[in-house]
């Protein structure tokens, strides 16, 4: 095990009313690693990076951050403490220009910057700095991923949470951003994917969690990403 | 010049002046509307205790008058928040709205005892009277008030947007406008935020308190209510969903209101009210979003 | 078998607290029985708001306009024919010529009252939200202009005086009975589950067959009509009226009674009404024990509108969902919870 994992989830339970959306889940992500979470639409995996981020309550259980407590913190504190989410649906704002997005981005922000402190998202995506002017609005889906993605690394997070990010995208537009997950984490920027793109992803990260109906069913690694079965196997474990 | 020519122009005054006073009260209100979605119907209250804090301080110097007018008005908005506005949030509009009319009726009220201290209802406000004199254009009286109204308007409408669109504060404060629960997973702080809107607000209803009085200097507990229902109205005519609409919404009503009002024959302006108000059914009815908000599509600020 | 209690303790509950009130005015000094007369109308008029505005979820200030028009057509109607020559010297000659009695004139006023508001409600309905609010304020707005400014139908600006006091504990016990019983069968009726659905979920709704415009103006015009009856027992209650006493005063108090006792329920009116009077009279009952002298008095009158005022913002900041929480009363309410 390493030291203290970057983010921890210890035994949480996320209900909404009555009914328990996410149950004693535990997994942890350590630094500069590539975590996946996949499964079925409804299996939790949205809820979970909510409940990491503050949104919902963690009826049971612990989120830690670098060994800290997440306990009772708001969105915008967790936020500020390092952790970026990529919300499903990319939650851009559309009548606001490229630039302003980016450096709404900046309200996370720890540190003091020095030079352009948009640069880490115009060096992974240089077509935002080309459209830094444009109506965020106005860019093509594969683009406004982009720009959620780069919103979300001018904080410097710790931590990236993404929620489908190729959602709706084309095939293309998904090789790239999923080429950028590849040099985000060179840089030392941890990731935590919630994909429905079972075989990519668990290409891609270190480890993958298999959720299903609220419950962790099954840990993939690279190797598996071959193994087609296997990760039906898992889905239809239920 | 003809005597009917120079009438209009003094009623084209007077409109201007009227509708630039409804636009700076649209400011206030569609600003803490934008970051809280709650319609504040006690924001005519605060400019009551503007105009009573001017009525109180008439024997100061004009400067110090209107400064304690603005940091009663401020401290009385922040106070609104705090206590009221902080605890109502994420409740359903209906309540929000009739918390805020006990408010105004609460304010109202307080007012009423602090006014019958002295045995007579009302207070003359006389220190910012000088302001009301006519001064001649062209052969054509109009009220210095007026050029005021219509300056400090333009003025404050210009700094807001330049606010709003060059610094980090009115950035963070149209991305809460806009979606507020994507801005604080940004990062960005709702309370600064709405502390934000709420002074902005605040030193509109302060300046507004300041021209209200120049007008009409005797200050009762029911000041500015009534041009605060007339503003609500419009700015939910104009369209409440984005400031500029809002304001437009609030400059055109009161606008309007002049027009009409000068347009009726003498003994039928008593129905004032039925036209207008029938104008903003058959406004609403055919554009139930707000007369100004054009499609989605257009490119315009949202806040 | 639970059911059915629940719909009985949804029907009684309301009913028996009116007729609680009721029976308390009777045993009242004259002096106190006025307070709880207002209170029954008051349930009157909130009962009528709440079946558009609580059943539908549409803000409507305009339901005070249908009190208005219905108590100043029973009030016109039923001052006496000899006396209407002196006091309305200017309305038209069928109204100045005629009277009706005192039941006749409730009739009249729920009438006018549901015609009024299905023509208002045939253009509105269509609007929702912030709109629909504003829309039937402009109808209150217009509704008193008119009433005021317009001599030939009433007294205009003046007090329109001489109106029979019919309504005392029976005629204001009754008159809100009436009321409830209205309303409950109204949200007991498919239509009525109906409108409060898409209440719920208009998309659903609107996916399912139900004409919301449709649903909405039924809704709107029982309210315009009960709220007309409402008028007309206000009018009969207080003997005389002015236009400025069915406007803005009057709709803010009675929506913040709705809200106050739960927005959604039929319970929520019937305590937000009496809970509220109650507190206005108490308050006003207290301030007149400290008459002094004329300064003292208004010093108090003050007074009482600040307690009136911080006590409604409080029970709303500390519970929004208002004193019922938007619940129907329910007997072995925590039995039926233990059963899930």
């Known amino acids: ?238 | 010049m003809s005597t009917i020519a120079s009438v209009d122009l003094q009623t084209l005054g007077d409109a201007f002046g009227q509708g630039a006073i409804y636009a700076l009260m649209a400011v206030g209100i569609g600003l803490v509307f934008g970051v809280l979605r709650l319609v504040n119907f006690a924001y005519g209250q605060l400019i009551m205790a503007g105009a009573y804090t001017l009525a109180y301080t008439s024997g100061w110097p004009v400067a110090a008058s209107i400064v304690s007018c603005f940091a009663v008005v401020v401290t009385l908005s922040l106070a609104m928040d705090r206590l009221v506005f902080r605890p109502l949030r994420g409740s359903s509009p209906a309540v929000m709205l009739v918390t805020t009319f006990a408010v105004s009726f609460f304010l109202q009220a307080l007012a009423l005892i602090i006014d019958l201290r002295d045995g007579t209802l009302g207070q003359i406000a006389s220190s910012v009277a000088p302001l009301n004199q006519a001064v001649s254009v062209g052969g054509v009286d109009v009220r210095k008030v007026t050029f005021v109204a219509v300056g400090v308007a333009v003025g404050a409408l210009v700094a807001l947007a330049l606010v709003l669109a060059r610094t980090t504060i009115g950035l963070h404060t149209r991305a809460a406008a806009s979606d507020f629960r994507t801005a604080r997973l940004l990062g960005v702080r709702a309370n600064r935020v709405i502390a934000f809107a709420v002074v902005v607000s605040g030193l509109l209803a302060g300046a507004v308190a300041v021209l209200l009085t120049v007008q009409n200097p005797f200050v009762q507990p029911d000041f500015a209510l009534e041009d605060t229902i007339i503003v609500l109205v419009g700015v939910v005519v104009g369209g409440i969903d984005r400031l500029w609409t809002a304001t437009l919404g609030g400059f055109a009503i009161g606008f309007v209101s002049v027009l009409v009002n000068a347009a009726l024959p003498t003994d039928k302006t008593v129905f004032l009210p039925s036209v207008v108000y029938a104008l903003v059914i058959v406004v609403l009815l055919l554009r139930p979003a707000g007369l100004f908000a054009w499609g989605r599509r257009a490119a315009v600020e949202r806040v | ?340």
């Not at chain 1, 996946?36 to 639409?41: A, Q």
């Not at chain 3, 209690?5 to 002096?31: N, R, Y």
């Not at chain 3, 539908?56 to 305009?62: A, I, R």
């Not at chain 3, 508001?117 to 629909?132: E, H, I």
Request: charged share 15%.
């Open chain 1, 1 to 238: 095990m390493p030291e203290a994992a970057a983010l921890e989830l210890d035994g949480i339970e996320v209900r909404y009313g009555s009914v328990s959306a996410v149950r004693d889940l535990t997994l942890s992500v350590g630094k500069g690693e590539i975590v996946g979470l996949i499964g079925p639409n409804g299996a939790g995996k949205s809820t979970t990076l909510h409940a990491i981020m503050g949104l919902l309550p963690a009826h049971r259980g612990e989120i830690r951050l670098h060994g800290q407590s997440l306990r009772r913190r708001s969105a915008e504190a967790i936020a500020r403490a390092g952790i970026a989410l990529v919300p499903e649906g990319r939650r851009i704002f559309g009548d606001f220009t490229v630039e302003e997005n980016l450096r709404l981005g900046l309200a996370a922000r720890r540190q003091a910057y020095i030079g352009d402190a948009l640069g880490p998202a115009f060096e992974l995506f240089p077509i935002l700095a080309e459209f830094r002017r444009r109506q965020a609005g106005a860019l093509s889906g594969g683009q406004q991923q982009q720009l959620a993605i780069g919103r979300a690394l001018v904080a410097r997070p710790d931590i990236l949470l993404l929620d489908e990010p190729s959602l709706g995208l084309a095939p293309l537009a998904v090789d790239g951003i999923f080429q950028a997950f590849t040099e985000i984490r060179e840089v030392g920027t941890t990731i935590l994917l919630v994909e429905q793109r079972a075989q990519r992803t668990v290409a891609l990260a270190n480890r993958t969690h298999v959720l299903v109906g609220g419950e962790l069913q099954m840990t993939l690694g690279p190797a598996d990403a071959e193994d087609t079965d296997k990760i039906i196997a898992a889905y239809l474990a239920s």
């Open chain 3, 1 to 340: 078998m639970s059911r059915r209690l629940d719909t009985l303790t949804e029907l009684l509950g309301p009913a028996v607290i009116v007729i609680l009130v009721g029976a308390l005015a009777t045993t009242a000094s004259a002096s106190n029985e006025v307070y709880f007369l207002n209170a029954l109308v008051f349930v009157a008029i909130v009962v009528a708001i709440y079946v558009f505005v609580g059943i539908s979820g549409v803000l409507s200030f305009g339901q005070i306009s249908f009190v208005a028009v219905g108590a100043f057509a029973a009030g016109v109607m039923t001052v006496p024919v000899d006396s209407k020559k002196g006091v309305l010297t200017s309305v038209f000659p069928l109204l100045r010529d005629h009277s009706v009695g005192n039941v006749p004139s409730l009739l009249l006023a729920a009438g006018l009252g549901g015609v009024f508001a299905f023509v208002v409600g045939l253009p509105l309905m269509r609007l929702s939200g912030l709109a629909a609010g504003i829309a039937t304020f402009a109808v209150l707005e217009i509704t008193h202009n008119v009433l005021r400014e317009w001599t030939k139908i009433g007294p205009g600006a003046t007090t329109l005086a001489l109106v029979p006091e019919t309504t005392g504990a029976l005629q204001a016990t009754l008159g809100a009975l009436v009321a409830i019983v209205v309303a409950f069968l109204y949200q007991r009726s498919r239509r009525g589950r109906l409108l409060r659905a898409s209440r719920e979920d208009p998309a659903v709704a609107r996916s399912v067959g139900v004409n919301i415009h449709l649903e909405r103006l039924l809704a709107f015009t029982l309210s315009g009509a009960l709220a007309g009856f409402a008028g007309a027992l206000y009018v009969h209650l207080l003997g005389s009226i002015t236009t400025e006493q069915v406007y803005l005063e009057l709709t803010f108090l009675t929506l913040a009674m709705l809200v106050v006792g739960g927005l959604t329920s039929l319970w929520g009116a019937v305590i937000g009404a009496l809970g509220v009077s109650g507190l206005d009279s108490f308050l006003s009952r207290a301030e007149q024990s400290h008459v002094h002298v004329v300064l003292t008095f208004t010093l108090w009158q003050g007074t009482r509108l600040v307690f009136l005022a911080a006590i409604m913002a409080l029970v709303l900041i500390l519970r929004p969902s208002g004193l019922t929480g938007g619940r129907e009363l329910r007997l072995r309410w925590s039995l039926r919870r233990g059963r899930g």
